[in-house]
């Protein structure tokens, strides 16, 4: 069975908007949360020294579904799972759960990246992160 | 023909990172900008008073695509079209240009709410709203 | 012996800036971030229901002096001490650490407010505050 | 007379807390907002290639007082004053005001640093860029 990477998270005071709940946007950034934690999980960095360059991941699109609001200092579940692997990207879900119940379903598409001299260029995945990624691809 | 709404964003240093551009979570920040700009040109506010409750319209969803990475001190375009207008909700895309070339592509769907004690509860769009929207609903 | 109240933050990638560091207005952020650790920690909220009103604690002013950088992934100790109780206000220091270096001081000064129908009112400290926070201030 | 620099800024809805008010985090970003348009007013950036590296300032310390509250869509104006210039450092106050009421005031303190290959070094401010700042520098 296909591994999924959980990380909890709490909802900051600076993470509200004036209609009392975590403002849309900052969904994102929960997003990158997980996707940072995994990779950390795995001995490897979302912005990594490779080849006397860096390895970055781009996103080259994202997506929120909002069913129900998060509050300041609820602890949410953050649960990805990765959907699809091609030769230079990677997608993946994010769920957050409020005490178990799914009340936001998350999407991005990014892409393997090597950044040189301020330029990023793509690049087929390492198969060294492919390993370590194997047991959170799916069958 | 249908109107689209246009305003200009400065990138500020605040919303880059370490990659040396702008934050993906801050495009939907972005998409915000001309939303609320969008509402204040029509005399309105996404968080107005209504019938002794507060008018609101919290996101069902909301996604982005990016083309090219926009830079500190970049002046980018904002564009809204409004592409669905249903009974309680509105659908629009955000198009983001840089002198003039689409750089990043979003959508975003929310519905119209009454906000009373700290309640949500959707509700039709007002026809006094449906009214201002017109010249830029789609025919 | 006065107590300090310690938390551990992790630096996100969101927080950084172009110059590769976190961005300094995000040192308040972690400031808030401990301070509502605290209350956490004593069974309160910095915004709570107290007498059919909101309990809250607006900020009269705050500063930080920058010694050192902070870079993505690292983890930080956020370290708060309670220098000076008024009758109505609350003024403390945050300390944050790197490795037990302390690479970056700030202050706070609050006031204890009740927030009734959007207009605050500073009002004297609850005793039931006082004393969970008593074991924290300063003799 | 020493000259101001002045810049109008609104207020965003996901500057606002759920507290209904612009997070005090915030201020420092429209510290930074006024801050960089007095830069680029001058033909600068905070952030510029200066003989094969960049010119940058990061921030020693920096400090608000709140005195009103700032809501969704008021419009603001900032107001720079330089109250200090050393050799290598700059030191200016930010007055916020609504409809003329000064209802925020912040000072911060930074230093011209070259940035290298990662590594900072503080060096005097060059001559061209005090010659830019003579008609702000107190007398």
Known sequence: MTSKFRVSKR??????????IVHFSNYFRYMEVVEHAFFRSLGLSVYMPFNEAMLSWPRVSCSFEYK??????????LV???????????TYTVDILLE???????????????LEQG???????????????APYLPR
Request: glycine content about 4%; some cysteine.
């Open 119 to 133: 330029k990023m260029k793509s690049i087929a995945i390492p198969p060294l992160l492919l390993e370590k990624f």
């Open 100 to 114: 178990e119940e799914a009340i936001a379903h998350g999407t991005s598409k990014m892409v393997c990246c090597l």
């Open 11 to 20: 909802a900051e005071f600076a993470e509200t908007d004036m209609a009392g």
């Open 80 to 90: 990805l799972t990765i959907t699809k692997v091609g030769a230079k990207s990677l």
């Open 68 to 77: 129900r609001p998060i509050r300041f200092e609820d602890e949410v579940d």
